[in-house]
C-alpha cells in the first residue's frame, strides 16, 4: 500500500509539473495581451476543453505502452486547460488594475509586468487548484491503472490493487476495500486541504 501511495504521488507530481507552468503561462499571455494572442490562446483552449479528459487519456493510454510516463503524458495532455482557463480570468481582471497601468507608463517591460504585476496575484488561486488537482489526478490515474491502461505489474499501484482484488470477491473483499479506502483518503486529504487553503487565502477556484 505505502509502495503504491509513492507511485500515485510521482504520478501527481509528473502531470503538475507539466500542466501548471504550460497552462499558466498561456493563461497569463491571454489574460495580459489582447488581440489576436488572446483568440488564438483561449479558441485553442477551448477546443480542447471540449475533449473529454478520461477518453484523451483512454486513447493514448492505447496507442503508447501502458507505463507511469506514459500515463503522465495522458493525463497531462488536457489537464493544462483548466489551469489556462483559470490563470486566464484571473489575469485579466489584474491586467486592468491601476497599479499595471502605471508599471506600463513608467516604461516596464512586458515580462516585468508578467512576472512583477500580475503572476504574484495569480499564485493563491494557482496553489488552491494545483492541490485540489491532485486529488483527481489521483482518481484519474487509478482509473487507468484498474482498465490495464496505466502503471503495469509488478510496480504497485493502488487501482491496479482493486483490478487484482476484485478476482476473489467476495470471499477476500478486503483486496479492493484496502486500496479503495488509500484512494479514497488520499483524494479526501489533498480536497481538504485544498479547501483550506481557499478559506486562508479568501479566493474562487
Sequence with gaps: ???GFRVSLLLVAGVLIVAVPIGGGLGLLAGYFSGKIEAVITGF???MLAIPPLVMALAVGNVLTPSLTNAMIAIALLWWTW?????YRVSKSVAAEDFVEAARLAGASHWHILTREILPNCIAVISVKTTLDAAFIILFGATLSFLGLGVQ???PDLGTMVADGRQFLPERWWGVLAPGLAIFYATLGFNLLGDGLRDMFDVEV
Design 1 to 3: 500500500m505505502i509502495f
Design 45 to 47: 483552449t477551448n477546443v
Design 83 to 87: 489551469h489556462a482557463r483559470l490563470v
Design 153 to 155: 505489474p509488478p510496480t
